[in-house]
């Protein structure tokens, strides 16, 4: 057939074949062929002799049209999209790259299994494009300085409940610590942060958000004021006893460290505990445990200077009772406080009119005074106070009038008729002394 003469050549091709054309007419040397195609002049000698042999097709490379021999059998390539359309479904290339060959022994190169997802439409999370920002150096020392966050997600994928991830990166070598909680605040960043220490050491410095419990974002009190100074959290006055400084983030961008560390976590760490089948915090943590030493040798990077500048924690110092909630409260005169809605009753006896609440992460509370721990009992029934009494209303009612022969009336009828009778003798004692008028 006439389309089987057709060769089909590229641009390059036919610039070769039309510089060959010349050699062999002796318009044009083999070596000045060669400086213009870059080639060799024995290269140039056989290609020419192909040329002549096999025609215009001569300049052809011959692995045109075969399969490669290294290339990735039909099978394989089936089996692999099929287990990431189902499988794993959502996994990015590069991820899906680690688990096929982990889990199935299939390997594969991460940009092998991106050319194949867009030749299938297979979807997955990409990476948007960041709006640019001024660069900040990373801390030199491993140590200098901790990024810390909470990352509100659903971790367990509706297999357990919501929960928040508590992460540490550090801002020079990338070290990752990290501990599920039910929620984010004062006590599970204690927590975290405790544990933290045990392993490592007492960090230089924190950077945290503005989140509530790290930092007061309220006008300061007019005590405060008086005193000239501004109000601290809990984890402020907790990270000022152990000689942590603590620094505040104005934007997500500015410790951006560790919000790029949850953007890879909500993806990794979902898929890895999806394949577990992890779907409660306690399994987690445990899960945790084993994946963060791995995590950390192939992703952590080296500092810029050697050495570790965590602090080891001293012997006299019982984080205990640093990582706890202080309250000061008063102590009444019948030797009761008032704390969190509840009367308690000091048993023991104190002269000091200030008492220290601590409430601690395992959910002990404390009180004590000047150092001292005291005993106390929770007053569960408070005294009943007796209602008041109303006053009796006041109703109008018809007056008695006692009947004639009642006592008192008797009696007063009795003195009445005594000085009536009294008076009609002096009147008539009177008469008998007037002189009698004599008609003349």
Known sequence: MRGEDIIMMRQEELKRLHLIRKVIEKALTQIEAGN??????????????RVLKEGDKGVIHKSRGR??????????????????????????????????????????????????????????????????????????HFGAMEQVDGSHHDWFEDRGPKCVLMGYIDDAN????????????????????????????????????????????????????????????????????????????????????????FRTFQDRLVKEMRLKGIKSVEDGNEFLNDYLPVYNKRFMVEALEKGDLHRPL???????????????????????????????????????????????????????????????????RRPVKAAPVKPRAFIASKAHKPSMDHPWKRAMYERYQHINSYSQREKGSQKEKEPLLVQA
């Not at 070290?175 to 204690?190: C, H, K, Q």
């Not at 409430?359 to 150092?371: N, Q, S, Y």
Request: charged letters at 35%.
């Open 314 to 380: 001293p012997k006299h110092i019982n984080l205990d009772k640093i990582l706890c909630k202080k309250t000061e409260r008063g102590l009444n005169n019948d030797s009761t406080i008032a704390h969190d809605k509840k009367l308690y009753h000091i048993l023991d006896k104190v002269y000091a009119k200030k008492m220290m609440v601590e409430e601690r992460i395992d959910g002990r509370m404390l009180i004590t005074c000047k150092g001292k721990e005291l005993k106390y009992r929770q007053i569960t």
């Open 174 to 261: 990338n070290n990752v610590f990290a501990r599920f909680y039910d929620s984010e605040g004062t006590f599970p960043f204690m927590d975290s942060f405790k544990r933290y220490v045990r392993k490592y050491g007492l960090p230089q410095s924190v950077y945290l958000d503005r989140h509530p419990a790290y930092k007061v974002n309220n006008e300061p009190s007019i005590e405060d004021q008086l005193n000239n100074r501004d109000p601290e959290s809990q984890v402020q006055r907790a990270l000022g006893e152990l000689g942590v400084e603590a620094t505040f983030a104005y934007s997500p961008q500015a410790k951006g460290r560790i919000e790029r560390l």
């Open 67 to 140: 399969p490669s021999p290294n290339a990735i059998r039909t099978d394989t390539k089936n089996k692999a999209l099929r287990l990431c359309k189902t499988k794993y479904e959502g996994f990015s290339p590069t991820l899906a790259a680690e688990k096929l060959f982990e889990i199935n022994g299939i390997n594969l190169s991460r940009e092998t299994l991106r050319n194949w997802f867009k030749e299938n439409d297979i979807p997955y999370q990409t990476r948007k494009k960041r709006p640019h920002r001024s660069w900040r150096e990373r801390r030199h």
């Open 36 to 49: 213009i195609l870059s080639l060799s002049v024995r290269q140039i000698r056989r290609v020419t002799k």
